[in-house]
């Protein structure tokens, strides 16, 4: 089964950077695609960034210019590097991969990371 595990994580000051990282068991991302949600306390989840195999990006426009998102060589750890971060970015980020059905559909799930900017 697949499974993603994240790391990183954890409390930053304003301004500082923070790095997460997602690696995926059992999955092909070439299948689908590979993303970051994120859910802070009152508010809805939230799509940050996706990678695709072929290396196409997307992201939310509240993080374009200061996330990048990333994979390794191998394709199966996807990275989240965040840079001037605010109060407005703490949350807990999740990893998710794609399933492809007759599209796209985010499938699976990591157990979720902590981030706090103070």
């Not at 304003?14 to 070439?30: D, K, M, P, Q, V």
């Not at 940050?48 to 199966?76: C, E, I, M, Q, W």
């Not at 750890?77 to 965040?82: E, F, G, R």
Request: charged share 15%; glycine share 10%; proline share 2%.
């Amino acid at each position: 089964h697949v499974q993603l595990v994240e790391s990183g994580g954890g409390s930053v000051q304003a301004g500082g950077s923070l790095e997460l990282s997602c690696t995926a068991h059992n999955y092909n991302i070439r299948t689908c695609a590979m993303g970051w949600y994120r859910q802070a306390p009152g508010k809805e989840r939230e799509l940050v960034a996706s990678v695709k195999a072929d290396g196409t990006t997307t992201y939310a426009p509240s993080v374009r210019g200061r996330f990048t998102v990333s994979l390794d060589n191998t394709k199966t750890t996807m990275h989240l590097q965040m840079s001037s971060l605010s109060t407005e970015d703490t949350a807990v980020y999740t990893c998710a991969a794609g399933k492809k059905l007759l599209v796209c559909v985010w499938d699976y799930w990591g157990q979720g990371t902590q981030v706090t900017v103070s």
